[in-house]
């Protein structure tokens, strides 16, 4: 067999271990380091290879951002702020049809602001939105829906931790793809709304609404958020205006939501100790991660795989966009089976170089954020795609009294909101890149 060919066989393997339920980076680790050791024909180069790539993998210092992303999350649920945004939302739009839904989606979007998880964003808002959605008569399917989609703008909004290991493994700023994901995440939240509006108008038992709040009161909950307003401020705003890097954006995000943490009582040293061991499981489980594709992604760059396909699909003259809907179609497919992070690390290394060999009519620097904003919204979609949507279990597991076929059900207005947000992007790059040539 050609090195090609053992390239190739590698992806079924890599499939049947997954489906075999041995974690992704176990997966990938094992079928790297297998691939290596047949194409290098001996143990030698495999443990030279082991020994280099995990301490260069482990000190990285552009990881280093992903820790502190997550510890800032944990600060800011203990710090209360997940219920400041939730209640100030509902202050505003609760009188609405279907309005304390739209509100969950807004404490969504201003959580993931501070946040950068998916999971994380989904959990904490569930906790603080599921209990006042069944007080006001949300159905089961629409409330855990709702919470599923909304816990995605996590990773949309910046800070993002997926967007981060795109900017690594793509070699790109990651200051700019931060700004460039700002308005598609605007855009999810609105359409978001959307759907809640349509589907509460289609079915008008599904929801209730609360009664209509003084704007005295609206204003006073409204001014209770601003430590949200403070650390985002913080942190993005000093990125952009060159005060400091990611990496201590990160840092300047992680120590302000620990103080305002504190200062609201939810920090303590049990508290303290809790979220840092969090952190640290959450960190393992994403560095191992990154370690099994890279160990495999260097098997597949052995192998010529990328190489060989971009070359093919470049040199049989496919039209650029037709490769581009498939890529993004096979996004939308592996999300049904695979988390996000996992799916970028295993796929961007092969895809990049695909992509960037056809026209686009963008210069390379522009394409790669653009191209990076649309798989970002993808694997966004994957995590409520039903049947493994990772924020469907997490949500469905704190409404015990739904069905999960129930919240199959409530999540379908999401995903279509998000495929026709796709669409629109993808026609039009401008939206997603407008910030970027204004700012730089």
């Known amino acids: 067999m050609t090195a090609f060919e053992i390239g ?5 393997i890599l499939l049947l271990l997954i489906f075999l339920r041995l974690p992704i980076g176990l997966a990938m680790l094992i079928c790297g380091l297998g691939g290596t050791w047949i194409l290098m024909g001996g143990t030698a180069p495999v443990l030279a290879k082991l020994k280099n790539e995990t301490f260069s993998t482990f000190s990285s210092y552009s990881l280093s951002i992903i820790p502190l992303f997550l510890l800032m999350g944990q600060f800011a649920s203990l710090g209360g702020m997940s219920q400041s945004l939730f209640e100030a939302a509902q202050k505003w739009l609760g009188h609405r049809r279907g309005g304390v839904a739209m509100a969950a989606i807004g404490a969504c979007a201003g959580f993931g602001a501070i946040c950068g998880s998916s999971l994380a964003t989904a959990a904490t808002m569930g906790q603080v939105a599921l209990p006042e959605l069944r007080r006001y008569g949300y159905s089961g399917a629409l409330a855990t829906g709702t919470l599923a989609a909304g816990g995605t703008l996590g990773i949309l909004i910046p800070p993002s931790v997926v967007l981060v290991i795109y900017a690594i493994l793509a070699e790109q700023n990651i200051a700019k793809l931060f700004l460039a994901a700002f308005v598609p995440g605007i855009l999810a939240a609105i ?5 809640i509006s349509i589907y509460v108008r289609l079915n008008p038992g599904s929801a209730g609404s609360s009664e209509r709040a003084p704007y005295s009161e609206r204003f006073r909950a409204l001014a209770a958020v601003w430590p949200v307003m403070l650390v985002f401020f913080a942190v993005v705003g000093g990125i952009y205006f060159g005060w400091f890097t990611p990496t201590e954006g990160a840092a300047v995000g992680a120590a302000g939501t620990g103080l305002i943490a504190w200062i609201n009582g939810g920090l303590n040293r049990r508290t303290l100790i809790g979220a840092i061991l969090a952190t640290a499981s959450a960190s393992g489980m994403i560095f191992f991660i990154v370690l099994g594709a890279g160990f495999y992604n ?4 052995l192998s010529q795989v990328p190489q060989e396909a971009a070359a093919f699909i470049s040199g049989e003259g496919f ?3 037709i490769v581009m809907v498939a890529i ?3 996004y939308l497919l592996l999300g ?3 988390d996000s992070l996992s799916m970028i690390l295993l796929t961007i290394p092969i895809f990049f170089p695909i992509v960037t060999a056809l026209d686009y009519g963008l210069p390379p620097e522009e394409f790669a ?3 990076g904003i649309l798989v970002l919204i993808v694997v966004e979609v994957g995590l409520i795609t039903p049947p493994v949507g990772m924020n469907l279990f997490v949500i469905n597991s704190m409404a ?3 069905p999960i076929g129930q919240t199959y059900r409530g999540v379908v207005p999401f995903v279509i909101s998000d495929l026709v947000r796709t669409t629109i992007l993808a026609v039009f790059p401008v939206i997603s890149l407008f910030l970027v040539r204004w700012l730089y």
Request: aromatic share 20%; glycine share 4%.
């Open 8 to 12: 190739l066989l590698s992806f079924p």
């Open 319 to 321: 039209n650029p966009w």
């Open 191 to 195: 359409g978001y709304m959307v759907a």
């Open 336 to 338: 049904c089976v695979m």
């Open 369 to 371: 954020i653009w191209f």
């Open 298 to 301: 260097s098997f597949l760059a």
């Open 328 to 330: 993004l179609v096979l």
């Open 400 to 402: 015990k009294e739904t």
